[in-house]
């Protein structure tokens, strides 16, 4: 097998969890599944359940993908703030990357924060 594009899709812990559950409900395919994969699945499942993206809504996901448009973040950006729900603008420096120039003003980390804290739940 090839890897032609590695980057064609970048799911975050909402959207993987709806799958998995969407697998779950098609007639509980889990009881046709091997042993260890069906292990797994529960597993992934059970974890994600403990995170905030269990409590995240379709609508809270895209209203977060559409209000971020403005700070011209990359989908991995965009994907790791939906993962880890970032509190600080250290942890938004640590996933936002910089180039040469600072991309992001503290004025904009801060809107940032607001916006993650009032569009995604905890």
Do not use: W
């Not at 994969?37 to 993206?53: D, F, H, R, S, V």
């Not at 180039?99 to 924060?113: A, G, K, M």
């Amino acid at each position: 097998m090839e890897i032609i594009d590695a980057n064609t899709a970048m799911l975050s812990n909402f959207e993987v969890l709806g799958l998995l559950n969407s697998s779950r409900v098609k007639g509980d395919q889990t009881r046709n599944q091997s042993g260890s994969l069906a292990t797994i699945t529960y597993e992934a499942i059970k974890y994600l359940e403990g995170t905030p993206a269990a409590l995240q809504s379709e609508g809270c996901f895209k209203k977060f993908l559409e209000d971020v448009k403005k700070f011209g973040l990359t989908i991995k950006e965009k994907t790791m703030i939906l993962n880890l729900r970032p509190k600080t603008d250290v942890e938004i420096s640590l996933i936002v990357q910089s180039t040469d120039q600072e991309r992001l003003t503290e004025e904009q980390i801060e809107e940032l924060i607001e916006l993650i804290q009032n569009t995604l739940p905890e």
